[in-house]
């Protein structure tokens, strides 16, 4: 075959992380970040599942049934629009900080978290997402570039 019959990537819907407690995650999470919730399962009895968070046009599920130990180097990166009352947040919220050249913690079940801001990544939005979110769409003159030589611009 001379055709690349491949699925191309084209972004992320959704992250899964596994939490001991549905509703604690929702209030640990809460301290630290503004966001909407998209939906919620309960089960028979009436026990939070699931919930989603909302993330624009993505979101996060929080699941419950963390049973692994924590993450030492396993991590996905949330991107907010001013990362400056992050780290404090994080703290009074009991997040374990990760040592090292970014802002990484761990949310109380091990899940690692990296924080960086919306105008110092290549990653964009639509006006209409950034629109609903309240953000600025401004970006670093480093994020620019590296937007341009993707051919994104």
């Known amino acids: 075959m001379t055709e690349d019959h491949r699925a191309r990537l084209v972004g992320i819907n959704h992250i899964a992380l596994e939490v001991g407690d549905v509703d604690a995650a929702l209030d640990f999470y809460g301290k630290i970040f503004t966001f909407e919730l ?9 026990t939070l599942t699931m919930a989603f968070i909302d993330m624009g046009d993505q979101f ?18 949330l991107v907010v629009e001013d990362r400056s009352q992050v780290e404090a947040l994080a703290r009074a919220a009991g997040a ?4 090292g050249p970014f ?3 761990r949310d109380p ?4 978290i990296e ?20 953000a600025s769409p ?5 994020a620019r570039k590296e937007i341009a030589e993707k051919g994104l611009s």
């Not at 079940?109 to 690692?112: A, K, V």
């Not at 924080?115 to 309240?134: C, I, N, P, W």
């Not at 401004?138 to 480093?142: C, H, I, L, V, Y």
């Open 38 to 46: 998209r939906g919620r399962n309960e089960d028979e009895d009436g």
């Open 96 to 99: 374990e900080m990760v040592e």
């Open 60 to 77: 996060i599920a929080l699941s419950r049934g963390r049973e692994q130990g924590p993450d030492d180097h396993r991590h996905f990166g």
């Open 138 to 142: 401004e970006k670093t003159k480093k």
């Open 109 to 112: 079940w091990g899940n690692r």
């Open 115 to 134: 924080v960086v801001e919306y105008r110092d990544v290549q990653f964009t939005k639509s006006d209409a997402v950034m629109a609903k979110l309240g």
């Open 103 to 105: 802002l990484d913690f």
